[in-house]
């Protein structure tokens, strides 16, 4: 059980462009979702956590209008990477957590690259 | 907010021996640390998780262990064998209601045969 899906997996877009990245929850109601950004080499780093229904509170450092997230239903959160720059290419992991449980599984991961 | 500090960045040892990671932590109010393994280009995968009611939980070759007045959390894993070579991630739950974990900078486990 408390499995994440992350679509796309791999995503090569044009510098200028947006790209959605989809975090569904398949078996559970995920009240709280985590995006993350991983550059080669270096740690998580949280980028904002989305509760269902409210508005994405973003780290400090994160620009919630290039970044927009939205989780509109208890199994589905989307990243928006908006005006796509080389520099966003990155690693973008979600992870996912039911109301009250412990434990917290991430998403495939989706390999973002910025030409 | 939390800080969490891990080392070594970089461990080889040999296939067989036993490798040990440690981290530290700074938010005393934190009570859940989890460790994970993530292999290249892949998703971090949970291997053990710790609360801080506990001192001690193992899971076959991998044990961890929280030391709660010193604030700190180690990753044991005996036997090693090489496809234990990973980076392995140790982190922290913040406490608060979004309880937020914060990762550790890594460390690269390469087991040599």
């Known amino acids: 059980g408390a499995v994440v899906s992350q679509h796309p997996s791999r995503v090569i877009c044009k510098s200028g462009t947006s790209v959605k990245i989809e975090c569904r929850s398949l078996?559970?109601?995920?009240?709280?979702m985590f995006w993350y950004r991983q550059f080669p080499k270096q740690s998580l780093m949280l980028m904002a956590t989305?509760?269902?229904?409210?508005?994405?509170?973003?780290e400090q450092g994160v620009e919630k209008d290039k970044f927009l997230i939205n989780h509109a239903s208890l199994t589905l959160s989307t990243l928006t990477v908006t005006s796509a720059h080389p520099e966003d290419s990155s690693f973008y992991i979600c992870s996912a957590r039911a109301r009250l449980a412990v434990r917290c599984p991430f998403g495939q991961g989706t390999r973002l690259t910025v030409v | 907010g939390e800080n969490v500090e891990q080392h070594p960045s970089t461990l080889s040892v040999q296939e067989g021996d036993s490798a040990v990671i440690k981290c530290t932590y700074s938010d005393s109010a934190s009570n859940y640390f989890p460790w994970y393994k993530q292999e290249l280009g892949k998703r971090p995968q949970l291997i053990i998780d710790i609360r801080s009611n506990v001192g001690e939980k193992k899971d076959q070759r991998i044990a961890v262990t929280l030391n709660k007045t010193a604030k700190h959390f180690s990753l044991h894993i005996t036997e090693t064998q090489p496809e234990d070579s990973a980076v392995y991630f140790c982190?922290?739950?913040?406490?608060?209601?979004?309880?937020?974990?914060?990762f550790g900078s890594g460390t690269q486990l390469t087991v040599l045969p």
């Open positions: 982190a922290a739950e913040a406490s608060g209601s979004a309880r937020q974990l914060t």
């Open positions: 078996d559970f109601q995920a009240t709280t």
């Open positions: 989305s509760n269902e229904g409210s508005k994405a509170t973003y």
